[in-house]
């Protein structure tokens, strides 16, 4: 399986050229940019020139993109909304969309080959109109990352319509045959729990964000650091007919002690593999 670190352990720092040499001195063969704006700035010519010379230079790959969440600069501590797909109103599923295309363009300078979305914000109900906005939402930016070259991945969330039952509704009954799943191994441990979303999900998984949590919480831990079962998760991965990109999907506290994190990722990856 591939491994991937997500720059999310940096998302309060901005992203240069030095914390991705770190991610590929760690063990990571590539790496999960996480649009947000304070961190990566996909609006900034400067920033995504800076670091498409250095992925023009360097063995380490930029695998996939994580979508924006927040148009703001400060993932939603200004009061800006969520990004929402889903919304109720047409101009907000619009501004969602909008945004997310913005990030999109940057495949033109840093070549990614998947994109994850969240669709609905943590509230969101199922519903048929739910899933007309998910069919909807998932074509429109499906047809403008195509030409790009990138592969749409939704992702689990808390919300009903994102369960892995939903998904493989909205991606078999709208024949989105294109699109997968990247699916996030801590937030199935909260929910349905994590081998019965391998399960449901099956050849649909293209990646998996992984991080560790004690069933509460969604912690973003270390593997290892929770209470999800590993070596049979792992074993499940690898059963897949394509194992999937593991994507180390860390929370940014971490970065808090650098003596000890190069080591723990190493571990991490290890475990996972």
């Known amino acids: 399986m591939l491994r991937v670190l997500s720059t999310h352990l940096y998302i309060n720092q901005r992203l240069h050229a030095g914390l991705l040499d770190k991610a590929g001195q760690w063990g990571a ?6 649009a947000a704006r304070q961190h990566f700035d996909y609006t900034s010519r400067v920033q995504v020139a800076e670091l498409a010379a250095w992925f023009r230079t360097n063995a380490l ?20 909304p969520t990004l929402n797909l889903l919304h109720a109103d047409r101009a907000g599923r619009i501004e969602a969309m909008d945004e997310i295309k913005r990030a999109l363009e940057t495949a033109e300078q840093i070549f990614f080959r998947n994109l994850v979305i969240h669709l609905g914000d943590k509230e969101e109900e199922w519903s048929p109109r739910t899933a007309e906005y998910a069919f909807t939402a998932l074509e429109h930016l499906g047809a403008f990352a195509r030409p790009l070259g990138v592969r749409l991945l939704v992702e689990n969330l ?10 493989v509704e909205i991606l078999e009954i709208g024949h989105l045959d294109q699109i997968g799943v990247c699916l996030d191994l801590g937030h199935a441990h909260i929910t349905v729990g994590v081998s019965a979303a391998i399960d449901t999900l099956g050849g649909m998984i293209v990646q998996v964000h992984a991080h560790d949590n004690h069933g509460v919480k969604d912690e973003h831990l270390l593997p290892g650091d929770g209470a999800i079962d590993w070596p049979s998760t792992v074993a499940a991965l690898n059963a897949l007919a394509e194992p999937p990109a593991v994507v180390l999907e860390l929370s940014s506290q971490l970065a808090n002690e650098p003596a000890k994190l190069p080591e723990r990722i190493r571990r991490a990856f290890e475990m996972i593999r």
């Open 29 to 34: 063969e590539a790496v999960e940019l996480f």
């Open 61 to 80: 790959t930029a695998w996939s993109m994580h979508a924006p969440i927040y148009a703001d600069t400060t993932m939603g501590r200004s009061g800006a």
């Open 158 to 167: 808390f919300n009903e319509p994102t369960t892995p039952e939903h998904l």
